[in-house]
């Protein structure tokens, strides 16, 4: 099997679809009166890559999450390398790990032996950081908007 390394923005990008799913589904729950939107955040972060190593936002980059054998990634794993993503803060310092690990394997991937593998591989990582700085700015109107409510 082919490994393919995806670039930073790329992954950046995935996981930005990903928050703004959580994010909003979030929101919902508070305009519906239910104040759990962290904890449907964590959740969604943590679970997100546990069906066929692929979170929604990794589909639609298409990226997926694979072992050491190449195959996607199970369950145990998936929460294993997500669980550090749901602390405040470690985000950012995951993504300076994996900007400078030859693999691009954050600390999760290194505690659950997984990878991320690029199934398209093509170079449009300019494209993507636009993409990842405008869902940005959306994530944080939904977050600003639902810590007002």
Not at 30 to 51: N, P, T
Not at 113 to 128: C, I, R
């Amino acid at each position: 099997m082919d490994i393919h390394k995806p670039g930073p923005n790329k992954r950046v990008f995935a996981f930005l679809i990903d928050s703004l799913i959580a994010s909003g589904i979030g929101l919902f729950l508070s305009f519906a009166g239910i104040k759990i939107e962290w904890l449907v955040w964590i959740a969604y972060i943590v679970l997100r890559d546990c069906y066929n190593g692929k979170s929604i936002g990794k589909f639609c980059v298409n990226l997926q999450v694979i072992n050491e054998e190449g195959k996607p990634a199970n369950f145990v794993q998936s929460v294993t390398r997500n669980i550090l993503m749901a602390i405040p803060v470690f985000p950012i310092i995951e993504y300076f790990v994996m900007m400078n690990d030859g693999l691009g394997r954050r600390i999760g991937d290194k505690l659950a032996k997984t990878q991320v593998n690029d199934l398209e591989s093509e170079d449009k990582e300019s494209l993507y950081l636009m993409l990842s700085i405008a869902l940005a700015i959306i994530v944080a109107l939904i977050l600003t908007i639902s810590s007002k409510k």
